[in-house]
C-alpha cells in the first residue's frame, strides 16, 4: 500500500505523536480520539495552542482538510504557515520532500500534509522528529478523515458497534473508504461493497475481512434491498486523479448515483455521508432528505481535527 521510496540517508526516531495511518489506531485509541471531538464540540474556541505554529503542506488540492485543520488551530489560539499549492514553494524548483520537510520543521511545531505519493507522510515522519499529520497519502490513507467519519457514525447512531455499513463508488482509489474499513474493524461492522469490477474494494482489505471474520457483500448492483438494510450509506466520488487512462474515468464516473426516490423505504435512522467534494454521486434533490448528513459529517471534521491536533502536540484539554 505504501509505496513511496525516496532514498533517505539520515534517520530520525519516529515522533509517536504522529498520525500516519489510522492502523496505528487501537479500539481504545480511537474512542479515546472521538471522546476528545466531543469535548471540542462543546468547548471550540479556546488558547491551549498560544504560542504554537501548525504547518499545512497541501501539495494536493484540497478545500475541507486544510480549512478545517486551520480553522482548528486558529480556534485554539494557535497560528498557521504553509501553502494551498505547492506549485507556489520551492517545490517546483526541484526542491525534495525530505528537504522541505526538514525546513519547515525549523518553523512549525507539527505539520499536517497531504500529498499524492502514497507512504509520504510516514517518509516525512522519518526525516523529521516534530510530529506529522496525514492529510491524505495518495490512494493509500485519510486518516483525519476516519476520525471525523467515525465521529459522525457515533452522533447519528449512538454506537460504532455492529452498524451495517455500505460503501458505493470508486473502492478501489478512494483512500477515506480503506481507512474508514480499517477503523471499523474493530467494532463487529457488516459491509456492503457497491462497485464496477474496476473499482473494487483492493484485495488486501478484502483479505483483511476474511482473516477477521468480518461480514461483507460485494455488488455491482446499487439495489432497493442493500440501501434498505443500511445504517450508513457511504457514497464516494470516483477519483479521476488517480486513472491513468481518461476513457477509462469517462466510462465508469456516472455509474452509481444516489437519488431521493431510492430512499423510500430506507431506514428512517439510516444517514448519507460522503467526503465530499461530489460530483454526482449523490443527486441535489438528496439535499433535503433528513438522511442526508454530509454537511454536518464535514462541520465535525473542525472537532476531530482539533482532537488530532492537541494529541499531537501532547495537549491534553481536560488537564490544561
Ligand atoms: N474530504 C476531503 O478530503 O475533502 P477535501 O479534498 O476538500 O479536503
Redesign the pocket.
Known amino acids: 500500500m505504501r509505496n513511496f521510496v525516496e532514498s533517505n540517508q539520515e534517520s530520525f526516531p519516529m515522533n509517536s505523536h504522529s498520525l500516519v495511518a489510522i492502523d496505528d489506531l487501537s479500539r481504545q485509541d480511537i474512542l479515546a480520539m472521538l471522546e476528545r471531538a466531543r469535548y471540542f464540540e462543546q468547548h471550540p474556541n479556546s488558547h491551549l495552542l498560544d504560542g504554537r505554529v501548525v504547518a499545512t503542506l497541501f501539495f494536493e488540492?484540497?478545500?475541507?482538510?486544510?480549512l478545517s485543520f486551520e480553522t482548528a488551530v486558529n480556534r485554539l489560539g494557535g497560528r498557521v504557515i504553509g501553502f494551498s499549492d505547492a506549485s507556489t514553494s520551492s517545490t517546483s524548483k526541484g526542491e525534495t520532500l525530505k528537504d522541505t520537510i526538514k525546513m519547515v520543521s525549523n518553523y512549525a511545531d507539527l505539520i499536517v500534509m497531504r500529498h499524492h505519493l502514497e507512504g509520504a507522510a510516514q517518509y516525512a515522519t522519518e526525516v523529521t522528529d516534530i510530529p506529522i499529520v496525514n492529510a491524505?497519502d495518495g490512494a493509500n490513507q485519510?486518516p483525519s478523515?476516519t476520525l471525523l467519519d467515525l465521529y459522525s457514525l457515533l452522533k447519528t447512531q449512538g454506537t460504532l458497534d455492529g452498524l451495517t455499513i455500505t460503501m458505493v463508488g470508486d473502492l478501489k482509489y478512494g483512500r477515506?473508504v480503506h481507512s474508514l474499513l480499517m477503523a471499523l474493524r474493530f467494532f463487529s461492522p457488516k459491509f456492503n461493497f457497491v462497485s464496477c469490477p474496476e473499482l473494487r474494494m483492493p484485495r488486501e482489505y478484502i483479505d483483511l475481512c476474511d482473516k477477521l471474520g468480518i461480514e461483507y457483500h460485494e455488488y455491482t448492483d446499487f439495489s432497493p434491498e442493500v440501501i434498505n438494510e443500511s445504517d450508513i450509506l457511504y457514497m464516494t466520488r470516483v477519483q479521476r486523479e488517480r486513472f491513468s487512462d481518461i476513457m477509462e474515468y469517462e466510462r465508469v464516473k456516472n455509474l452509481y448515483t444516489l437519488r431521493r426516490s431510492m430512499l423510500a423505504d430506507a431506514k428512517p435512522t439510516m444517514k448519507i455521508l460522503h467526503?465530499?467534494?461530489r460530483v454526482n454521486e449523490i443527486s441535489q434533490d438528496v439535499d433535503d432528505d433528513p438522511r442526508a448528513y454530509y454537511f454536518q459529517q464535514a462541520g465535525n471534521g473542525l472537532f476531530a481535527r482539533q482532537a488530532i491536533i492537541t494529541n499531537a502536540l501532547g495537549i491534553d484539554p481536560l488537564k490544561s
Open positions: 488540492p484540497s478545500t475541507r482538510t486544510r491524505g485519510h478523515q477515506t467526503p465530499l467534494p
